[in-house]
């Protein structure tokens, strides 16, 4: 792609398709973790962002949610999605291309995901569980500072 002349096309990103690739949750201590105990669990929430280019023109986007739920040493709940979208982008210059597929495609996908995996909570009898908004812009420049580290100690990237 070249870089868009004034007066060309606005840049532009359609949503092909949405879907869940992969998804599974865990109660591994039912009925028993459903019992109240003192102070609620302690949750972790992990966040990835995977692209790969389909064509030209469509990206494959996976935005990866993996939330545990712990109350000691003891797993309540634990939940991994795999919620994927096939995105069409055009005008956008070849530079800024990495980045728009990155923040923009996850931030259109995560209130999806974070619906599916509040809805699995309550399937699991717990309580909705609302993940909070995600800077997709921050976890986009953790990935650059990762992958330009990686490049100075001579590593391959992940």
């Not at 420049?141 to 990237?157: I, L, N």
Request: charged share 15%; net charge negative.
């Amino acid at each position: 792609m070249s870089t868009v002349a004034p007066g060309q096309a606005q840049p532009s990103l359609n949503v092909v398709a949405q879907y869940v690739k992969d998804f599974s949750f865990e109660n591994p201590r039912a009925p028993d973790s459903l019992r109240p105990k003192d102070g609620g669990p302690q949750i972790t929430v992990g966040v990835n962002v995977q692209s790969r280019q389909r064509s030209g023109v469509e990206f494959e986007v996976d935005l990866k949610l993996e939330v545990s739920a712990t109350q000691g040493e003891e797993t309540v709940f634990h939940i991994e999605l795999d919620y994927g979208g096939l995105f069409r982008v055009q005008n956008v210059p070849q530079q800024h291309l990495h980045p728009f597929v990155m923040i923009e495609c996850p931030r259109l996908l995560f209130p999806f995901a974070r619906q599916i995996v509040a809805d699995a909570a309550v399937r699991g009898g717990f309580p909705p569980l609302m993940i909070d908004p995600i800077d997709f812009v921050a976890l986009y420049q953790q990935y650059v500072q990762q992958m330009q580290q990686q490049a100075q100690q001579g590593q391959a990237p992940n």
